[in-house]
Every structure is written in structure tokens, then in C-alpha cells.
């Protein structure tokens, strides 16, 4: 399975844009898929995940209120719905993939990686 990560773009602060996350294969109900970034200097940060199965979503605070994580399983396409955006949202924004129950905030335990899509916000 492979992920591609697609929808980055610059936009003016309290702009919106929506990342989609399109896997090469099946999705199992195993699997979370989650949102990171990495801003310039900056250490890979958690942003939101969805489990494929239970559809149970978790979100940074820093983001909470402002984004939504969604899924399509026919598409097998996870999405990020990034609205309100602020210029501290710019960073490149990755999707990964886990299976199982580890902590889903922490990169290392993503065996998957789409490539980055990067985000500019302007104020």
C-alpha cells in the first residue's frame, strides 16, 4: 500500500483548503491513518487521525474546532478539512499509516508515509 498526499496550497489567513490522503490499496478496519507536520525547523508534529473502522477521530489541540478528519472507503481516501487557517498552519502536511493500537500521536509508530504536501498561509 502507498499514500499520496494531495490538495497543499497558499492561502490568506482564515482561508480553508482540503488535503486528500488516496491509498494505492484497501484499507483495513485496523488501520488509523493520521495527519502530521513539519514546519521549517521544526520537528514532525501529530495534527489528527481517524481508525478506518471505527471512525473514532483524535486532533491536536492546536487544531481542534478548526479542522475535521474524514474518511471515503469507497474512495479509500482519507481527508483533512483545514478551515480558520493561521499562518503558524504553514508546514508541510503528511499523511501516514499505522495498524493496531500503539499511541497514535507519536510518528515512529507509522510504518506507512505518503510525500509532503505544503501548506502557506499569508496573514
Known amino acids: 500500500v502507498q499514500l499520496q498526499a494531495s490538495g497543499g496550497g497558499s492561502v490568506q489567513a482564515g482561508g480553508s483548503l482540503r488535503l486528500s490522503c488516496a491509498s494505492s490499496?484497501?484499507?483495513?478496519?485496523?488501520?488509523?491513518v493520521g495527519w502530521f507536520r513539519q514546519a521549517p525547523g521544526k520537528e514532525r508534529a501529530f495534527v489528527a487521525s481517524?481508525?478506518?473502522?471505527?471512525?473514532?477521530?483524535f486532533y491536536d489541540h492546536s487544531v481542534k474546532g478548526r479542522f475535521t478528519i474524514s474518511r471515503d472507503t469507497a474512495e479509500n481516501t482519507v481527508f483533512l478539512q483545514m478551515n480558520s487557517l493561521k499562518p503558524e498552519d504553514t508546514a508541510v502536511y503528511y499523511c501516514?499509516?499505522?495498524?493496531?493500537?500503539?499511541?497514535?500521536?507519536?510518528?515512529?509508530?507509522?510504518?506507512?508515509w505518503g510525500q509532503g504536501t505544503l501548506v502557506t498561509v499569508s496573514s
Open positions: 501516514a499509516a499505522l495498524t493496531g493500537s500503539p499511541d497514535i500521536k507519536a510518528p515512529n509508530n507509522y510504518r506507512i
Open positions: 490499496g484497501r484499507i483495513f478496519s485496523s488501520t488509523s
Open positions: 481517524i481508525n478506518w473502522g471505527s471512525t473514532s477521530t
